[in-house]
């Protein structure tokens, strides 16, 4: 295992985008929008830029380099705020900022100028509409054919640019796979993909897939109890104070329950699936703004919305145009009692009533039983004309296949798409089939655009910048990297750690496939180094970038380090009378889908010597797992 931590480091580093800290203390919507806002939003933002600077965004913050990340003593922006020369000192007019305000920004700067993402100072133009909008596709041509294709062709037009061409049929195989099942393809499914000429093959091959209905289940399984914040351990499960819905939200799973009737379960629930919307008793005092009632308001705006409203559960949003009575409004529907209204954890004497967030789409009586308040809820939040709702779960769809929203992020739905015409055009297919989430998946995934090759981003694009130019290239997450382990080096657990009774393996699945997965796993340590979140928050996407820590558990952490000396061990038993040609040929066909080069033969005999050994096996399997090629979604 000598020379791995500087291998992985390096083999990463040129496989990923960047390093970047992790924990953040400063709270940006909270702590320093305020700041900026009264202070320096009067000359430097929304079109008035003096002295060439704008605060509207973080890139124009960055490009007039006045602060730099982790650079304090560097930052011009400190030495103005601090300045004792009145000519100098910022802002102009009025009192100097307070220590306390410039400890805040210091320490900003200090944990590397988080922002709120898609924030801007900037007064928004685009509105974006609630009622649904039916697209007229443009017609066919030769070799568009394909819906989103056709919607595609113009929008390439528009921007002066051609669409990418497709990927080869082993790439395609690799990324299908992982996308709607999370599994690499076994040698033998490869080769039969490979071998088929018709001319239909892709469109057969996601047929069969999302056919797959366990592996399809407890793939995406993942997707959703991060943002339903569902788990099988941790905060609250022992005192009560929260509560499961695994079992139900499998068997959702299982039977693709149309997407309306999932969501209405979930808002008016039955036992099995409350815990989404009781959300997290905390022990002791919590700040107001956290009570259960008003994570109820947060969680269904955010997962089913993208709306964000948390910030306006403390006080009328800094970041949006949400209100406190908005927050408390929807929080009403679940209160067992008068709720009161509090302002910045100080009670107003005022209490909400429960509405709905568009009072346009209905009412919401506030004289009816909590159970009817539910309901109405309900039928409101998965209503016809709320385009917001149909919208929201395509877009988290599209990003999660193709690894960028349409509307970007995903969470700030009011922000302006890059195809109005396409995210519409895919809500409304959504809903015109029976809100079937498999689906909208098979219609994009038997496009061009899903099937071109990736983008390799040289730079973050930024607001309207972005121009749609391809799937962009993506890492594997947690669970889909510690399958793939597993699948290869036949180390997969033996049971679940989910409270869910699992459904037999049907015969059509290859045995190196059935074993139970990381999805129903309670997280270890390097499951969360790799980005298993803690899910007492939603979380509805997951850092693409590598970490240190990460960095590290994969160089010579001892969880990995234990799974690849057993899969050694399995495979030096498995392939007992195999050449070490034969062998290396399998590790890269089970892995990457393709035969080794010969470059890679001599290296990889290498690693293996003249007489094989546990140690050096684990060598050869720790080397491919550590490729880019292996751990992104190409």
């Not at 320490?107 to 909008?133: C, H, M, N, Q």
């Not at 009533?353 to 159970?371: C, H, T, V």
């Not at 193709?402 to 409304?428: C, F, T």
Request: contains cysteine; charged residues 25%.
């Amino acid at each position: 295992m000598t020379g791995r931590a500087f291998v992985v480091l390096l083999t990463l580093l040129l496989g990923s985008k960047s390093l970047h800290a992790a924990d953040k203390k400063i709270d940006f919507a909270h702590d320093i929008v305020p700041i900026l806002k009264t202070r320096c939003a009067e000359c430097h933002t929304n079109g008035k830029y003096k002295g060439g600077l704008s605060l509207d965004t973080r890139e124009t913050l960055l490009k007039a380099k006045v602060a730099l990340p982790g650079k304090t003593k560097e930052s011009e922006l400190l030495r103005r705020v601090t300045s004792k020369d009145i000519k100098e000192r910022m802002p102009p007019k009025g009192d100097a900022l307070s220590e306390k305000e410039i400890g805040l920004l210091r320490a900003w700067i200090d944990e590397g100028l988080a922002w709120e993402p898609g924030f801007s100072f900037k007064a928004a133009t685009y509105v974006a509409p609630l009622k649904p909008r039916k697209v007229k596709v443009p017609e066919a041509k030769p070799g568009i054919g394909h819906p989103i294709d056709r919607i595609l062709d113009g929008y390439f037009a528009k921007q002066g640019a051609r669409a990418p061409e497709v990927v080869d049929d082993t790439t395609f195989i690799r990324r299908l796979y992982l996308d709607l099942i999370g599994l690499l393809p076994t040698p033998a499914e490869v080769d039969s993909f490979l071998s088929d000429k018709a001319p239909d093959r892709r469109v057969k091959l996601v047929h069969k897939l999302l056919d797959e209905n366990r592996p399809f289940a407890e793939h995406w399984l993942t997707f959703w109890n991060d943002m339903l914040r569902n788990d099988y351990a941790g905060t609250g499960y022992i005192d009560g104070g929260r509560k499961q819905i695994s079992g139900w939200l499998y068997q959702s799973l299982l039977d693709n329950k149309p997407y309306d009737k999932f969501v209405r379960e979930l808002i008016n629930p039955t036992p099995d699936s409350e815990g989404f919307i009781r959300g997290i008793k905390w022990r002791g005092n919590v700040n107001a703004s956290q009570v259960v009632e008003l994570q109820f308001a947060q969680n269904v705006s955010q997962v089913f919305f993208g709306a964000n409203l948390k910030c306006a559960s403390c006080h009328d949003s800094f970041i949006d145009s949400w209100k406190l009575d908005d927050s408390y409004g929807l929080a009403a529907v679940v209160a067992d009692r008068p709720l009161e209204i509090h302002r910045c954890d100080k009670g107003t004497g005022k209490f909400a009533a429960a509405r709905f967030l568009w009072p346009e789409l209905g009412a919401i009586d506030a004289k009816l039983p909590k159970a009817k308040r539910l309901e109405e809820t309900a039928r409101l939040v998965t209503h016809p004309d709320n385009g917001r709702f149909t919208r929201t779960i395509a877009n988290r769809i599209w990003q999660r296949m193709m690894g960028r929203g349409i509307v970007h992020p995903v969470d700030i739905m009011a922000n302006k798409p890059w195809s109005e015409d396409l995210l519409d055009y895919l809500a409304v297919y959504l809903s015109d089939n029976g809100y079937d989430l498999k689906k909208l998946m098979e219609h994009i995934a038997t496009s061009r655009a899903y099937q071109s090759r990736p983008v390799i981003l040289t730079k973050l694009p930024t607001g309207d910048d972005y121009v749609f130019a391809g799937p962009e290239l993506r890492r594997m997450q947690a669970e889909q990297f510690l399958d793939a382990i597993w699948q290869i080096a036949k180390t997969g657990p033996t049971k679940a750690a989910a409270p869910i009774k699992l459904p037999a393996f049907p015969e059509r699945v290859p045995p190196e496939r059935r074993f139970i997965r990381a999805s129903l796993q309670v997280d270890d340590l390097l499951m969360r180094s790799l980005g298993r979140p803690i899910r007492e928050q939603v979380v509805t996407t997951r850092p693409d970038l590598l970490t240190t820590l990460q960095a590290l558990d994969l160089s010579n952490g001892q969880r990995l380090n234990d799974l690849l000396t057993q899969g050694a061990a399995n495979l030096l038993k498995e392939h007992a009378k195999a050449s070490n040609e034969q062998l290396i040929d399998e590790v890269y066909r089970r892995a990457l889908c393709r035969r080794p080069t010969r470059e890679e033969m001599e290296t990889a005999s290498t690693l293996l010597g003249t007489t094989r050994t546990v140690e050096g096996t684990a060598d050869l399997l720790w080397a491919v797992f550590m490729l880019p090629e292996f751990q992104l979604l190409r």
